[in-house]
């Protein structure tokens, strides 16, 4: 499995940014520079359901490192156990659920 070239984690949201470009949420890296790594949009018309809504949003893209730190290991001890692509019912659920993990981490950017 191959990674992206994305920014390191851990991300945390900045809420309410004064200084954001979009007048909303900035996501940054933990790291010494506080990088910024995305923005999620405050404005008015951004979602219906309000700021709750937008600052789940910015939670959820912070989460992003971790989540996907997460699907590498699931999908590392299922294939070190050999159940990743063990036959029969038993592991059907699981099987599926590990091609949705790649095809995710896919979507991410990952090679295989």
Known sequence: MKKPNITPGPW???FDNPLSILQGHTIKAQDEART????AFKGRGASPKGAAEQKANARAI?????LLEAI???LSEAEAAGI?????????????????????????????
Do not use: H, S, W
């Open 72 to 74: 590498e290991e699931m």
């Open 62 to 66: 912070a989460a992003l490192p971790d």
């Open 12 to 14: 945390a949201p900045v």
């Open 36 to 39: 910024p790594v995305a923005e």
């Open 84 to 112: 990743d692509t063990m036959p029969g019912d038993t592991f059907a659920g699981f099987l599926i659920a590990c091609e949705n993990a790649r095809q995710a981490l896919t979507k991410a950017g990952y090679t295989f």
